[in-house]
C-alpha cells in the first residue's frame, strides 16, 4: 500500500473490511479472500476475529457470518498467497489490480467477466491507505478500470469497492 505521500507502508487491517469483504466474496461465489500483512500483530488480529467467528462463539451466535469468514486467509505476502493458489489450483493465477486513478489501458469490467469463465484463476486485488504501491501495479497483470461515480470525487471505502466490483463481474 501507499500512504497520501506515496511513500510505501503496510496498513491496519480494520474488522469492517474483514467482515464485510468476506460476507461479498461469499455472496458472489468468490473461492477465497486472501488478507495480506507483513505485521505480526495485524496478522494475530486477523486470527483472532477469524476464530472467535469460525470456531469461537460468534461462529455460533451467526452461522451465516462463518460461512463468509471461512474463505479469509491470512498470509504475509503477495507471494505466499500465490503460491499456496498455484498450488491448489494447478496453474498460475493471473492478478487483476484496482485503482480509483484513470488511466490509459485499464481492463474493461466486461472484459474480464468474460475471462472469469474461461481463463487461469484471478486475483483481484483491492488496496486500503491511498492504494496499492506502484510496483505493485506494475507487476499486475492487468489493471482493471476504476469505479466511476457521478462527480469528481471518488475515493470509496476498500470494502465498498469490492462489493460493488463484485456485484458487476458475478452478479446476475
Excluded at 504475509?76 to 498460475?92: K, L, Q
Excluded at 499486475?140 to 469528481?152: K, V
Aim: with cysteine; net charge negative.
Amino acid at each position: 500500500m501507499i500512504d497520501k505521500h506515496g511513500q510505501v507502508i503496510a496498513s491496519a487491517v480494520t474488522n469492517l473490511d474483514l467482515h464485510d469483504i468476506a460476507r461479498a466474496a461469499r455472496t458472489y461465489g468468490a473461492k477465497g479472500y486472501y488478507v495480506i500483512t507483513p505485521l505480526d500483530d495485524q496478522m494475530v488480529l486477523v486470527r483472532e476475529i477469524l476464530d472467535h467467528w469460525i470456531s469461537g462463539r460468534g461462529g455460533r451466535y451467526n452461522p451465516h457470518r462463518r460461512q463468509a469468514l471461512e474463505l479469509v486467509r491470512v498470509k504475509p505476502s503477495v507471494e505466499e498467497m500465490v503460491d499456496e493458489i498455484s498450488a491448489f489450483e494447478g496453474c498460475h493465477p493471473q492478478m487483476v489490480a484496482t485503482t480509483a486513478k484513470r488511466q490509459h489501458g485499464c481492463l474493461p469490467f466486461r472484459r474480464l467477466r468474460e475471462m472469469l469463465s474461461h481463463s487461469p484463476p484471478i486475483i483481484l486485488s483491492f488496496g486500503t491507505a491511498w492504494g496499492l504501491s506502484d510496483e505493485f501495479m506494475i507487476a499486475a497483470d492487468y489493471i482493471l478500470e476504476p469505479l466511476a461515480g457521478s462527480g469528481t470525487y471518488n475515493h470509496l471505502s476498500v470494502r465498498s469497492a469490492a462489493a460493488i466490483i463484485l456485484d458487476r463481474l458475478l452478479g446476475d
